[in-house]
């Protein structure tokens, strides 16, 4: 999320894409495009989407303990 933020603040629109699992850990791309393209950054994230699929969130209780 720290990157994101980054991109927030500076005024460029930024999207995280989740791409899978390695490892066990979470991976993704983030996608930042010029000042005012959100709608490039917004086809961008779907072109990615429909070639991975949507990916399910990370159940965090799987393979540590519940709280």
């Known amino acids: 999320m720290r990157l994101c933020t980054v991109t927030s603040f500076v005024g460029v629109p930024g ?3 989740p ?12 996608i ?9 950054c917004l086809e961008a994230a779907q072109a990615i989407e429909n070639r991975l699929g949507v990916l399910t969130p990370v159940d965090p209780r799987v393979g540590g303990r519940a709280a």
């Open 15 to 17: 999207v995280a894409v």
């Open 19 to 30: 791409t899978g699992v390695v490892e066990g850990l979470p991976c993704g791309v983030q």
């Open 32 to 40: 930042v495009g010029r000042a005012f393209r959100e709608d490039l």
